[in-house]
């Protein structure tokens, strides 16, 4: 007799619980920055940790701010904004943008710009405005357009894993690409 092969029954996973899913995404290094507008002409701020690339052609970056956040209000209303990727010793800044308590651009330099406030210091920024909003689960999804840059500054990026901050360093493991380009392609 000749088995027929069957495929295994699959069972629904169980909806997984919001600390388990927290801390299982915590494990996952992302870069840090500030996104940074104007309300009424005064510089607003908060740290971001879900900002990503979303196209090169156009040129989309995409990020995440939680209903919850006393800024919400402030980003669905601004047309523009600014991304500020930070270095790694600015984590002090980072976490001073993501307290949400008081004024956090006190006492910080900062360049004034027409999408917003650029932090001084910062590995580089982006200028965007903003090209779609869109509510997702309890966050709002916010993408934007880059309307002009600083491509950058020596330094390490600061980066968040596991509930904190760190920077990166290199593995010294060869990186295999055509013509010296990284194997891993962004966008």
């Known amino acids: 007799m000749t088995a027929v092969p069957v495929a295994p029954a699959r069972l629904p996973e169980p909806v997984p619980q919001p600390d388990l899913l927290r801390a299982t995404l915590r494990r996952q290094a992302v870069g840090v920055v500030v996104v940074s507008t104007f309300a009424d002409d005064r510089p607003v701020g908060l740290t971001v940790a879900s900002f990503t690339s979303v196209s090169l052609e156009p040129a989309l970056v995409s990020f995440c701010i939680a209903e919850s956040s006393p800024l919400i209000d402030t980003i669905e209303a601004s047309d523009t904004f600014v991304v500020n990727l930070l270095a790694s010793e600015q984590a002090a800044l980072a ?8 004024e956090p651009f006190a006492g910080v330099p900062w360049t004034s710009s027409p999408a917003g406030p650029r932090v001084d210091g910062a590995l580089a920024w982006l200028s965007c405005t903003t090209s779609t909003q869109i509510p997702v689960g309890d966050h709002l999804l916010v993408i934007g357009a880059v309307t ?9 990026p600061l980066v968040h894993s596991d509930g904190r901050f760190a920077t990166t360093a290199p593995l010294g493991v060869p990186q295999p690409g055509p013509a010296g380009r990284p194997a891993l392609r962004r966008v």
């Open 95 to 102: 976490a001073r943008f993501g307290s949400g308590a008081g």
């Open 148 to 156: 002009g840059l600083r491509p950058g500054r020596p330094g390490r």
